[in-house]
């Protein structure tokens, strides 16, 4: 006759007594930093080619972008998104392309939140 070992756990305590417990080890994951898109004002790129930027690269509707862009013209500076790095990175090339490409000194800048 073959001889099985106990199923349950043999603890100091005799069989079936282990009082050890089992812990999951719950990994964590961080969401990835985001990132703010900022445009900044200048003296010579026209408001209706900022409104357009906005428009065209960040999904605005004419109201909001003609609001950003005052934003920008009073202030100085306006967020025009949060994103993650990648994205952000992305839309700040795109930006600054295509103002160079039109002759605008506009500037497109982001920064960690």
Known sequence: MTAFPDRMSDGPKGPGQDTSVLTKTKTKTERPPLYKVMLLNDDYTPMEFVVHVLERF??????????????????????????SAEVAETKVAQVMD????????????????
């Not at 605005?60 to 003609?66: D, I, S, T, Y």
């Open 58 to 83: 960040f999904g605005l509707n004419h109201a909001q972008a003609f609001e950003i862009m005052l934003t920008v013209h009073k202030k100085g500076l306006a967020v025009v998104g949060v994103f």
């Open 98 to 113: 295509f103002a160079r490409r039109h002759q605008h000194p506009l500037q497109c800048t982001m920064e960690k939140e």
